[in-house]
């Protein structure tokens, strides 16, 4: 195959370090709301948070929490952002040299992720990335959030894309191989510094699995040294 015409990433777990980070603010939004004390106890919330990693936060809420969901998703997002601005979240080693490497070679990358825009945003201003990526997205009425397409596919229209099989979704997640491939992406890339193992991800669909996102270049057939 030939070099993808666009590469659409997600963020925790594929290109940003998790180190359970998401689930320590799922576990803080159940110990400071009681909306999710009906789903289980904190262990369960716990692993309901990592099965569904990368999906909508609040598409994850509404099953937690049902009408509580906009409680728990708000007290998710204050928790994330207490640990955003605590450096609890840094790059996958090679993560940004990827993305310059693709956007050198002419390949626009799209970030994508669950987490609302402002959460997004915070995420990557404390990175130092908000200009890295050529776009970055979020769920929000009407896109929703994976395992749909829609934000792979917003991804294709906004950067002018001409066809979904030209592009390529990186993720490390069951739902973004599952959208990659709901999408009709030509490429669905799984990353193993995430939630879930390389089994999961071939079974998800993936057509490719990688140790981690700094190998990208080299499975796309892209030299970093040709920066």
Known sequence: MNAPALVVMDLAGTTVKDDGVVEDAFAVAYAETTVMHGYGD????????????????????????????????????????????EGACTAIPGAEDTIRVLKDAGIPVVLTTGFSEPTKNALLDSLGWQELPTLSLSPAHPVRGRPAPDLNLVAVIRTATRAVADIAV??????????????????????????????????????????????????????????
């Open 42 to 85: 904190v262990e369960a919330v716990r692993a309901y948070a990592r099965e569904t990693m990368g999906q909508s936060k609040i598409d994850v809420f509404r099953v937690l929490a049902g009408d509580g969901a906009e409680e728990a998703n708000a007290a998710f997002e204050r928790a994330y952002d207490r640990l955003i601005a």
């Open 170 to 227: 990186v993720g490390d997640t069951v739902s973004d191989m599952q959208a990659g491939v709901r999408a009709g992406a030509g490429r669905v890339v799984g990353v193993l510094t995430g939630a879930h193992d390389e089994a999961a991800l071939r079974e998800a669909g993936a057509t490719d699995v990688i140790a981690s996102v700094a190998g990208l270049p080299e499975l796309l057939g892209l030299s970093p040294a040709s920066r």
